[in-house]
């Protein structure tokens, strides 16, 4: 039935786009229609959809997941309790594969025939204005020249929905990746504003690491990233209170080596059961898809390639390779966009602790895509650090640091398109940000002077809803003075203590 509407509706857009009256009047509101180009997991995928034992298994539903993990549990808990790797390995690789299982693709890249996305969006109604936009939704395991191809034709329904000659491209994390091939196959005709928020523009080293196999746990970043997660934790009541007890505890064991006899017992598991699980279930599964290939970096791609047994040829392979020019020439791309007036704001965080799993644990993100990648070649500091005095003595202008010295933006493809948020999570939502996205949509001139609000370096306030121009170093002391919860005094509270713990008394009292 869906099938037959959406048929009747591309015959009555294509009725409307070849109607003189849209064609001659079209829209005259000023403001092109925005299309929201959603991030990995925006549509579900389904397996035997619309019969009886139809399952979503991605978004994963909670029942699906216990269920599946009911059926392991006894195992698990055993190997734990016995440390038995072979046990983990056996039980790990039941688990993933009944639960993902099916989302693997056959050798030239396609879905199995009954796992299918049956509610993709299709463009309807012309309402469109700065609080209003299309969705573009897609499988994120596909070949994103697919998505590239589907975009394309989502364009111009817009385009005639609404009378405009050009849309906005407002694209969040993996959107980015689609619009990579999009600018790769199509180029930016048509397009006056390309949002990149929080984008693996050149992938994420986790992608890239696990790719590798590069697998690791790490105590301290695995407690960096509770610290940094514990602020967006919605708790339902009593937020404030349960999010600074989680901290302190949090703390509490880490600094007591709770959390490094942990890491290290994962550690000789994951090494122990680490290869049967990816012959048996990570590369049978997540190796088959273009779509998660999209995010390995250049520099992991070719030791990716034969850790994942990539085939050396065959639809899959070919799709994999594809989008590796669409990613070697997305500076270029945008680049040529800008020169041709289309209007561009690249952002990214910076300063949340990345995914504990890998080795490239220091790399400062959004806590899940790196800020180098984000901004197309940012150099970075280590994740909360500053960058090395010598490298800032060494600068031949500081017109592109951040005040905390933590980014030299100067190495960017796009310095003077591209803002950095210090400890925004990745894809948060927040009050501020959407501000500068209606400015970037409504303004004659974007780029990091434009605004006087908006600087290149921002801060989040996640309490406030808000951004504030970076001024110097984070600091504990101001964040508790700025917004007084509990949950800020605690971390107030263990700044103090890891300092003492650092340093000697006379540089806490003197420095
Ligand atoms: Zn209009």
Not at 157 to 162: G, S
Not at 339 to 354: E, F, L, S, T
């Amino acid at each position: 039935m869906k099938k037959v509407l959406s048929v009747v509706l591309c015959f009555a857009l294509i009725l409307c786009a070849a109607s003189p009256a849209l064609a001659d009047g079209g829209c005259d509101c000023g403001f092109s229609p925005v299309i929201y180009v959603g991030p990995l997991g925006c549509s579900s995928i389904v397996r035997d959809a619309g019969t009886e034992n139809e399952q979503q298994l991605w978004k994963i539903d909670t029942k699906f997941l216990l269920s599946n993990l009911g059926g392991v549990l006894p195992d698990l808990t055993k190997a734990l309790l016995t440390r038995d790797a072979d046990l983990l390995g056996d039980a790990l690789v039941r688990f993933v594969n009944a639960c993902f299982g099916d989302l693997a693709l056959n050798s030239e890249g396609n879905s199995k025939a009954n796992v299918t996305t049956p509610e993709l969006n299709v463009p309807a109604g012309d309402r469109h204005g700065p609080d209003s936009d299309y969705y573009f939704d897609y499988d994120f395991r596909l070949d994103p020249f697919e998505h590239a191809d589907r975009l394309h034709e989502f364009i111009e329904q817009v385009k005639a929905l609404t009378g405009h000659n050009s849309v906005k491209l407002k694209c969040s994390s993996m959107g980015g990746v689609v619009l990579s091939a999009y600018l790769e196959k199509y180029g930016h005709d048509g397009i006056d504003v390309i949002i990149c928020r929080c984008c693996p523009l050149k992938g994420t080293a986790v992608a890239g690491e696990a790719f590798c196999g590069k697998i690791e746990l790490n105590s301290t970043s695995l407690t960096r990233y509770g610290e940094d997660a514990i602020p967006f934790l919605e708790t339902g009541f009593a937020d404030d209170f349960i999010e600074g007890t989680l901290y302190a505890l949090l703390d509490t064991l880490k600094a007591a080596g709770v959390v490094d006899g942990l890491c290290a017992l994962g550690d000789k598991l994951i090494k122990d059961a680490g290869d049967k699980v990816y012959r048996e279930a990570l590369i049978p599964v997540f190796g088959t898809l273009p779509g998660i290939w999209s995010f390995v970096p250049e520099e992991y791609f070719d030791d990716a390639v034969e850790f994942m047994n990539l085939p050396s040829e065959g639809g899959l392979h070919d799709k994999v390779f594809a989008y590796r020019n669409a990613m070697a020439d997305i500076e270029e791309n945008l680049a040529a966009a800008r020169d041709d007036g289309v209007k561009i704001c690249v952002i990214c965080g910076y300063n949340v602790q990345r995914t504990p799993l890998v080795t490239l644990w220091k790399s400062t993100s959004d806590g899940t895509v790196d800020t180098k990648y984000a901004s197309l070649g940012a150099t970075c500091a280590d994740v909360k650090e500053p960058l090395d005095d010598d490298y800032i003595n060494a600068m031949r202008s500081r017109d592109y640091l951040s005040p905390d010295n933590m980014i030299d933006a100067s190495t960017c493809a796009l310095p003077e398109n591209t803002w950095f948020v210090r400890d925004w999570l990745h894809c948060n939502g927040n009050a501020g940000i959407d501000e500068l996205f209606n400015l970037v949509m409504t303004s004659d001139e974007v780029n990091i002077s434009s605004f006087e609000k908006f600087p290149q370096f921002l801060e989040a306030d996640d309490d406030a809803d808000t951004v504030y121009p970076v001024t110097g170093a984070p600091d504990e002391a101001a964040r508790f003075r700025n917004s007084p919860t509990f949950l800020n005094f605690i971390r107030f509270l263990f700044s103090v203590l890891k300092r003492i713990t650092e340093n000697s008394v006379f540089d806490i009292l003197f420095k």
